[in-house]
Each structure stands twice: as structure tokens, then as C-alpha cells.
């Protein structure tokens, strides 16, 4: 997905406070970041996505654990 379509998807999500928006767009971020080899920003969009599936009760918490874990930049909790 084109950066600028990614980036208005996210602030309108922000604007709704839509929690399982901002999941899925802060995952697809961090899948790019991932896809391009850019570490640090897919752990940055990785733990945003993490925050907000946490305050949500998303089920992807885990899985975004999982993930920042494996970057080193996260314990792994148990859920």
C-alpha cells in the first residue's frame, strides 16, 4: 500500500479512536517496514500496533508480542 494512503488510513483512524483500525493499520505499516528490511521502523509500527490491540483485547496481542520479542524488543508475555 502507498505510504500516503497508509498514513491518512492511520490519522483517520486516530480521529475515530477506532482500537482494531489501528491494529490493522499499524500491523500493515510493520509488515512493510518488515518486507523493505527496516528493523527499527517495523518494531516502531509493531509497537503501536501492540498498544493498542492490548487497551482493544485484540487476540493479536499475542502474535505482536511474539513478533517484537523476536526483534529484541520485548519480553515475551504470556497471555
Known amino acids: 500500500m502507498d505510504k ?3 498514513d491518512k488510513l492511520l490519522l ?6 477506532d482500537h482494531r483500525d489501528l491494529v490493522r493499520y499499524y500491523t500493515l505499516a ?21 498498544v493498542f ?3 482493544a483485547g485484540a487476540p493479536e496481542a499475542d502474535a505482536l508480542n ?3 520479542a523476536g526483534h529484541g524488543r520485548a519480553e515475551r508475555l504470556t497471555f
Request: proline residues 0%; contains cysteine; glycine residues 6%.
Open 4 to 6: 500516503a494512503a497508509l
Open 12 to 17: 483517520d483512524a486516530h480521529s475515530r479512536n
Open 30 to 50: 510493520a509488515d512493510e517496514c518488515e518486507t523493505a528490511g527496516d528493523v527499527g521502523a517495523t518494531c516502531f509500527y509493531l509497537t503501536h500496533a501492540f
Open 53 to 55: 490491540a492490548l487497551e
Open 66 to 68: 511474539a513478533r517484537l
